[in-house]
C-alpha cells in the first residue's frame, strides 16, 4: 500500500494484510486537483472512495444558493459509503481541498468481496453510525452551542485531523478559506471572525493566514463545551 494510514479505512478492517492489500490494489486511483469536485450532490453514485492524499470537503447547498459545509476528510477516511448500502442520489458535493488521491470501489465490486468476506460488513456498518452521530452532534451544536464555543470545537476536530505538534502549539494547516470555516460552523464569516479575534487576542491561538496554530487546548476545550 502506498500509505499506511489507508489500513484504518473500516474498509480493511478484520482483513490480514495480504487481503488488504489485494483489496486495496483492486481499486481504481483518482487523482484530484485543488478546487476539482468528486460528486455532485443529487448525481447518481453507487462507488465508496478511500482518501489516501490529501483533504476532502463534503457540502451541501440550499436551493436560495447557501452553502453548508458538513465535514473535511483526512487521508484513511472513506466518503460515498453510503450509496453502497442505500443506492441513490448523492446527498452531499465532494471536493477536493488540496491536491488529493483517493482509491475507488464500485458497489458491486464490493458486494462480491462481502460475500467472501461477510466480517467487513460491520466495520463498515459502524462507519455509517459514526457518520449519523457526528450529524446528530453536529445538530445538537447549532441549538444549543453559541458561535464561539461551536468554533473552539471546530478547532479542535481540525487539530485532530491535521494537526501537527511544535513546540508552540498545535499546527492546522486546514486550508479552508474564512468562508468555508463559517460554512463548516454554520455561521456567518463575520462572527467566526470576530470569534477567532477574542481566541487570538486571549493567546489561545495564533492565526497565520489558512494556519492555526492552536496555543492553549485546555481553555478551547472548555469553550467548547
Known amino acids: 500500500m502506498t500509505n499506511d494510514t489507508v ?3 473500516p474498509l480493511f478492517a478484520n482483513l490480514d494484510e495480504a ?3 489485494a483489496l486495496f490494489d483492486s481499486m481504481s486511483q483518482v487523482d484530484l486537483a485543488k478546487g476539482e469536485v468528486l460528486f455532485q450532490e443529487g448525481a447518481p453514485g453507487d462507488q465508496l472512495f478511500i482518501i489516501t492524499e490529501g ?12 452553502e453548508n459545509l458538513l ?19 448523492r446527498t452531499a458535493t465532494a471536493t477536493a481541498v488540496s491536491d488529493s488521491v483517493l482509491r475507488e470501489l464500485p458497489h458491486a465490486k464490493l458486494a462480491t468481496w462481502l460475500e ?4 467487513v460488513a460491520t466495520p463498515l456498518l459502524g462507519a455509517l453510525a459514526q457518520r449519523l452521530r457526528r450529524t446528530d452532534e453536529a445538530l445538537a451544536d447549532l441549538v444549543f452551542s453559541d458561535v464561539p464555543g461551536r468554533v473552539a470545537k471546530a478547532l479542535l476536530d481540525l487539530s485532530r485531523r491535521f494537526g501537527e505538534p511544535t513546540d508552540g502549539g498545535i499546527r ?3 486550508e479552508l ?3 468555508e470555516l463559517a460554512q463548516l460552523v454554520g455561521a456567518s464569516r463575520e462572527t467566526v471572525n470576530k470569534a477567532l479575534a477574542d481566541f487570538t487576542a486571549r493567546k489561545w491561538i495564533r492565526r497565520e493566514g489558512r494556519v492555526l496554530v492552536l496555543v492553549d487546548l485546555e481553555r478551547l476545550e472548555r469553550r467548547a463545551r
Not at 116 to 119: A, F, L
Open 7 to 9: 489500513l484504518h479505512a
Open 172 to 174: 492546522v494547516a486546514h
Open 19 to 21: 487481503e488488504a492489500r
Open 116 to 119: 467472501s468476506h461477510p466480517s
Open 55 to 66: 483533504k476532502i470537503k463534503l457540502g451541501r447547498s440550499s436551493s436560495d444558493g447557501r
Open 177 to 179: 478559506t474564512q468562508e
Open 71 to 89: 465535514a473535511v476528510l483526512c487521508p484513511g477516511e472513506m466518503l460515498g459509503e453510503l450509496s453502497l448500502f442505500d443506492p441513490g442520489p
